[in-house]
């Protein structure tokens, strides 16, 4: 029976598939693994020996992971993003990469509409104001309605075209951007694909969802969010690194545009374990650096709601990812994988 590794499972996730029998139709012996796993965090002598590991978007699997995994031939991430394996380092060892390409396609997309309503109306605001204050008062709260505004969607995928379809519902104009346009769905949700510029230019609220990788490194820097309208907000439910943190401050502060929706930041592994990585002997470089002070910045400012990169996380898109994951364990051990992901050469 082939053993597999699964880092950070958490408790009830290996239930699921206990109380399953999952793992008995597999034909597979998990091996449970509550760290993850990176540079820092290698595996134990017995995890080197695994043709199989799963993982989630906190490990790093990168050179000096593989290194330490000579017999490993295939990784199975429990997520849809992928930036955490280095790609091009598993195809040059052979290593194969699948992913779980759909499982929040609504939830993430219903996630963007809670960021969108809670800046729109001021909920937050209005809540801590009761909260810590205790005056109940609609005064310095009012919003706007998100029926006729301006949605610009930048990426029709999946969770692009959900969002699309929500938007539908609240009778708002939809712009739309893509590298791959989908005429079809276009038509049939009724947005319109407009150069990305034009769509920067145009939209009331610019909402994020590629895929992050090189090429689109700072899609939204200083340049592009010069180019929103001044009552324009941005939401940000896909990766961190898509927008220039820095850039993003300044506007903000500078009422470039009027404000933020983020549940993902440029070194958000940073600011889950600050004290940590201040205390790495290694030198850090000064771009990460001043990414972590800007999203400190961020955090104190009236008009950005951060969130912990929660977008995904309902039961019912965990048990999708699951499902997924144990789906493409399967079709792997019979010669056949699914879901694989390959570097853009």
Same mark, same amino acid.
Not at 174 to 187: F, G, K, S, V
């Given at each position: 029976?082939?053993?597999?590794?699964?880092?950070?499972?958490?408790?009830?996730?290996?239930?699921?598939?206990?109380?399953?029998?999952?793992?008995?139709?597999?034909?597979?012996?998990?091996?449970?693994?509550?760290?993850?796993?990176?540079?820092?965090?290698?595996?134990?002598?017995?995890?080197?020996?695994?043709?199989?590991?799963?993982?989630?978007?906190?490990?790093?699997?990168?050179?000096?992971?593989?290194?330490?995994?000579?017999?490993?031939?295939?990784?199975?991430?429990?997520?849809?993003?992928?930036?955490?394996?280095?790609?091009?380092?598993?195809? @040059? /060892? %052979?290593?194969? #990469?699948? +992913?779980?390409?759909?499982?929040?396609?609504?939830?993430?997309?219903?996630? *963007?509409? &809670?960021?969108?309503?809670?800046?729109s109306r001021k909920t937050y605001e209005a809540f801590d104001r009761i909260?810590?204050?205790?005056?109940?008062?609609?005064?310095?709260?009012?919003?706007?309605?998100?029926?006729?505004?301006?949605?610009?969607?930048?990426?029709?995928?999946?969770?692009?075209?959900?969002?699309?379809?929500?938007?539908?519902?609240?009778?708002?104009?939809?712009?739309?951007?893509?590298?791959?346009?989908?005429?079809?769905?276009?038509?049939?949700?009724?947005?319109?694909?407009?150069?990305?510029?034009?769509?920067?230019?145009?939209s009331d609220i610019v909402t994020l969802h590629v895929p992050y990788m090189?090429?689109?490194?700072?899609?939204?820097?200083?340049?592009?969010?010069?180019l929103m309208k001044p009552g324009a907000y941005l939401i940000n439910t @896909? /990766? %961190?690194?898509? #927008?220039? +943190?820095?850039?993003?401050?300044?506007?903000?502060?500078?009422?470039?545009? *009027?404000? &933020?929706?983020?549940?993902?930041?440029?070194?958000?592994?940073?600011?889950?374990?600050?004290?940590?990585?201040?205390?790495?002997?290694?030198?850090?470089?000064?771009?990460?650096?001043?990414?972590?002070?800007?999203?400190?910045?961020?955090?104190?400012?009236?008009?950005?709601?951060?969130?912990?990169?929660?977008?995904?996380?309902?039961?019912?898109?965990?048990?999708?990812?699951?499902?997924?994951?144990?789906?493409?364990?399967?079709?792997?051990?019979?010669?056949?994988?699914?879901?694989?992901?390959?570097?853009?050469?």
């Amino acid at each position: 029976m082939i053993k597999v590794a699964f880092f950070g499972l958490e408790g009830w996730e290996k239930e699921y598939y206990q109380n399953r029998g999952i793992f008995t139709k597999l034909a597979i012996e998990p091996v449970f693994v509550d760290d993850i796993i990176t540079a820092d965090k290698l595996p134990s002598p017995a995890v080197k020996e695994m043709e199989i590991i799963s993982v989630f978007v906190d490990s790093q699997v990168n050179v000096a992971v593989l290194e330490q995994l000579p017999k490993l031939k295939y990784i199975v991430t429990r997520s849809t993003g992928f930036d955490h394996i280095d790609l091009p380092a598993c195809e @040059a /060892r %052979g290593v194969a #990469v699948s +992913t779980v390409p759909d499982y929040g396609e609504i939830t993430v997309a219903e996630y *963007a509409f &809670a960021l969108m309503l809670s800046l729109s109306r001021k909920t937050y605001e209005a809540f801590d104001r009761i909260r810590e204050t205790g005056v109940y008062s609609p005064e310095g709260l009012k919003g706007f309605d998100l029926y006729g505004k301006t949605l610009g969607i930048v990426g029709t995928g999946r969770i692009g075209k959900h969002v699309a379809k929500i938007a539908k519902g609240f009778g708002m104009k939809i712009l739309a951007y893509d590298i791959y346009p989908n005429d079809e769905a276009a038509t049939a949700l009724g947005f319109v694909y407009v150069p990305r510029d034009d769509l920067l230019r145009q939209s009331d609220i610019v909402t994020l969802h590629v895929p992050y990788m090189p090429a689109n490194h700072h899609l939204i820097n200083e340049e592009k969010l010069a180019l929103m309208k001044p009552g324009a907000y941005l939401i940000n439910t @896909a /990766r %961190g690194p898509l #927008v220039d +943190t820095q850039a993003l401050v300044k506007a903000l502060k500078e009422g470039k545009i *009027a404000g &933020a929706g983020l549940d993902v930041l440029e070194e958000e592994g940073v600011v889950k374990d600050e004290f940590g990585y201040l205390m790495k002997k290694r030198e850090e470089s000064e771009a990460d650096l001043k990414a972590v002070i800007a999203n400190h910045i961020l955090f104190d400012l009236p008009n950005v709601i951060i969130t912990p990169h929660n977008a995904f996380n309902t039961q019912e898109a965990l048990e999708r990812i699951l499902e997924t994951t144990a789906k493409n364990i399967g079709e792997y051990l019979k010669g056949a994988p699914i879901n694989t992901v390959k570097s853009k050469k």
